[in-house]
């Protein structure tokens, strides 16, 4: 299912060859995630949400879901905006560069994603106007602890049992899951660990009695957990889209939270490039501000022109996120996570190579920035899972 | 051309090994594989035990009760120790005042603190860096002004590692503002507890505090604690900043590190396959292995070099950026086979003792590698003037 808005960005793009304008909406919408994030999410506010208990600002959450953001690619019978991933990196790429850790890209993206895509009527409207307000939390639970990146690497097991499922297995690096309402959890219904076929979708809740979440802060500052689901009995209709087909579903899912993590990230490398401008024009060592040094000012270029790649990688990226044709898509996306990843970490090294000593104190925000792209480097696979994935996929083409 | 050890040499190592094996303590040994940071008393308790076998200061002379190994058994040494995954367990004080004071100490200096800095009565911490003065060392403010037979000393001392723990501080400082900056800097022993010190916690990206910024406000210092002459400083800087190489490149450190990695890479899995079956990941290893190997030749060779009468030079530099970066490179490797194991931000209890608790910690703190002890880039400027002379700016 394509969302309109997206397709006819990328239809438009390829008309028009050389038109990557945004349109006036999308402009709004990405000026007023900005001026919003800088005026009412600054550090020390942001390090205070961090500090605190439940580590999430509903309040914040909420605000989010006022402006729109929340639903920016959900469609407007249920509360959203009816966009698509053009729409999403708009949002997605200022909330990089505040340090936002609330579960944009995990509840917003994937989790509503899930819904908006593989839902039934009663499954989308319990869950997406909830989602989009802000009210609901729903992340995506599909990871192992043996499964690496690999979507098909699926143990965990749904029985089905008296008109309904029992689900059983362990989730591990849930984004997100100490603060969800529910989880979309990948199951296997049919086959071995690894076969293609077999996986199912199942909308858990997480106070269903045999959902456990062990809880944690993770290191840029938002949360996540394991999972741990013994014999959960569900109902008939927790199953989400159709039994045993779940792989393309999570596929297409996972290539989306990559092209919306890779906007994420190209936000906070942004906000890292503009501060270390910044730090070596006004620090001074041998009587002259650092960036006079050549040495400084070409590291400045090489963060800015990696910085410049991963901006046409994400585009090219969001531009191919609804094709039609799943390899493309799925090719689009590895390239974005390699080629961002590698300068991901490039730039957020370089940050703290820059600004030397005061770059390695968690006072400053630059250590911040730099956990944050560290984090986004392995999720959902570093770029040696996706340089192999891309190739594979090409060879298969 | 010979690298191969003698029957006496092979004698050394087993013995060497055999100790390790059963004198490191298990919880030390955990901490060095995962990465967790040593708490004071577990270094000083575990130095004592070392220099209790006459192993503490390999690198002194005898004279000052080191062992007198040829540079061949403290290789040996080190690789043994490191592969028993025991720490290094040196401080400030053994690897670099201790060399200072036989080189620049009076007979007073050295008779008082070698042989509390061999016994860990004293913990000396470095007071280089200043918040105005990084790679521009030389620039440091921090100002000792004489006031009858005393200096009073006044500034602030930035990154000064384990500064809550020490009892005694090694510290540049300015006695005159006139003439060639790198003139004016003289070197100054300076106890903690006297009165106008204060020691502030920063916390680093890893989460940990280690480094502080001390302030220094009208101490009271006796002119007997100065080292050297007046304004000898810089010099004494230098021949610390080239004395220890064998500890920059940090070598054996890197070679335990690379079998922890591949051991870890065996258990994990992805796809359900151990990821060391992964192409991907064993090229990364395989490269890793390989700059390791150009880093301990080279180490070899500037060490052969030096024991034959070479001065030493700008070889360290050389040795910290391959050092540094093969470190660097490891620790990046640790958190990509600990993939979201290596999430969870400072999990203390059960999971902090787990293998990849600490991993995040280890890598982000390894970015401190190429900006502490003269940075990457000061490193380079001090090859370019190397291979270029007078021409080098």
Not at chain 1, 230 to 259: K, S, W
Not at chain 1, 378 to 383: I, V
């Amino acid at each position: 299912m394509c969302s309109p808005r997206c397709c006819s960005a990328a239809a438009r793009a390829k008309a028009n060859a050389m038109n990557f304008d945004l349109s006036e909406e999308q402009k709004m919408l990405r000026d007023a995630a900005q001026k919003f994030l800088r005026a009412e999410y600054g550090f020390d506010a942001r390090n205070r949400i961090v500090a605190s208990e439940t580590g999430m600002s509903r309040e914040h959450w909420r605000r989010f879901g006022e402006f729109g953001w929340l639903g920016v690619a959900l469609p407007e019978a249920h509360g959203g905006f009816g966009g698509g991933m053009v729409e999403t990196i708009q949002v997605a790429e200022p909330m990089g560069a505040a340090l936002v850790v609330e579960p944009y890209l995990a509840s917003a993206v994937l989790g509503a994603q899930a819904v908006a895509r593989a839902g039934s009527p009663a499954q989308q409207a319990a869950w997406l106007p909830g989602l989009a307000s802000g009210k609901l939390v729903l992340v995506l639970a599909h990871t192992e602890d043996d499964s690496g990146h690999q979507l098909a690497h699926v143990a965990a097991r749904a029985a089905a049992e008296r008109g309904g499922w029992v689900l059983s297995g362990r989730k591990s690096g849930v984004l997100g899951a100490p603060w969800a309402d529910g989880f979309v959890v990948a199951a296997r219904t049919a086959g071995a660990v690894h076969e293609r076929r077999g996986i199912s979708l199942f909308m858990v809740g997480a106070k269903t009695p045999g959902v456990q979440v062990a809880g944690y802060r993770v290191y840029d500052g938002s949360r996540a957990g394991d999972l741990l689901l013994d014999a959960v009995v569900l109902g008939r209709d927790a199953l989400l889209g159709v039994e045993g087909e779940g792989l393309g579903l999570l596929e297409q899912l996972i290539d989306i939270g990559i092209v919306a993590a890779c906007a994420d990230a190209l936000g906070a490398m942004g906000a890292l490039l503009r501060k270390t401008v910044e730090y070596t024009g006004t620090r001074k060592q041998f009587d002259v501000p650092i960036a006079s040094f050549q040495v400084i000012q070409h590291r400045l270029v090489d963060m800015f022109a990696a910085i410049e790649a991963s901006r046409s990688l994400l585009l090219m990226a969001a531009l191919h996120a609804e094709h039609p044709d799943a390899a493309a898509r799925s090719r689009a996306a590895s390239a974005a996570k390699a080629g961002i990843g590698e300068r991901a970490r490039f730039v957020a090294q370089q940050a703290v190579q820059l600004h030397g000593g005061v770059g390695m104190t968690e006072e400053l925000d630059i250590g911040h920035y730099f956990r944050r792209l560290t984090l986004f480097c392995h999720l959902f696979g570093g770029s040696d899972h996706h340089l192999q994935r891309f190739a594979a996929l090409r060879a298969a083409a | 051309m010979d690298i191969d050890f003698d029957a006496e040499d092979l004698a050394f190592q087993r013995e060497v090994r055999a100790w390790f094996e059963a004198n490191t303590p298990p919880e030390l040994r955990r901490k060095t594989i995962t990465g967790e940071m040593l708490q004071k008393d577990e270094i000083v308790r575990w130095q004592r035990r070392l220099d209790a076998q006459g192993w503490l200061v390999t690198g002194w002379p005898q004279e000052h009760g080191g062992p007198g190994w040829t540079p061949t058994r403290r290789y040996i040494f080190d690789l043994e120790r490191a592969a028993a995954s025991a720490p290094i367990g040196l401080s400030m004080g053994v690897i670099m005042l201790g060399p200072v004071l036989m080189a620049f100490g009076t007979p007073e200096q050295r008779a008082h603190y070698l042989p509390r800095i061999r016994r860990c009565e004293d913990w000396w911490c470095q007071g280089y860096s200043e918040p105005g003065a990084g790679s521009d060392l030389a620039s440091l403010k921090t100002a000792a002004v004489t006031d009858g037979g005393d200096y009073l000393v006044n500034g602030s001392k930035m990154w000064t590692t384990y500064a809550h723990w020490a009892t005694h501080m090694f510290c540049l400082v300015r006695t005159a503002a006139t003439g060639k900056k790198q003139e004016g800097i003289s070197f100054l022993l300076i106890e903690m507890d006297r009165a106008g010190i204060e020691v502030r916690p920063i916390v680093s990206i890893d989460g940990e505090h280690s480094l502080n910024q001390v302030f220094l406000t009208d101490v009271r210092v006796p002119k007997k604690n100065l080292v050297g002459r007046e304004g000898q400083g810089w010099d004494i800087a230098k021949y610390l900043l080239t004395h220890e190489r064998t500890s920059i490149a940090g070598v054996a450190e890197c070679k335990a590190l690379l079998a922890n990695l591949h051991a870890a890479a065996a258990e994990r899995r992805s796809g359900g396959r151990p990821l060391v079956e992964d192409a991907a990941m064993r090229l990364k290893l395989a490269r890793a292995e390989i700059e390791l190997m150009a880093l301990e030749y080279t180490n070899f060779r500037v060490l052969a070099a030096t024991a034959a009468g070479k001065a030493p030079g700008p070889e360290s530099s050389l040795l910290k950026t391959m050092g540094t970066a093969v470190q660097q490179t490891l620790s990046e490797l640790d958190i990509d086979i600990a993939a979201e194991k290596a999430w969870p931000w400072r999990e203390r209890g059960e999971f902090g003792r787990g293998r990849y608790a600490h991993a995040m910690e280890r890598y982000c703190y390894s970015r401190a590698a190429t900006i502490y002890g003269g940075s990457d880039e000061v490193q380079k400027n001090v090859l370019a003037k190397m291979l270029l002379g007078g021409g080098a700016r």
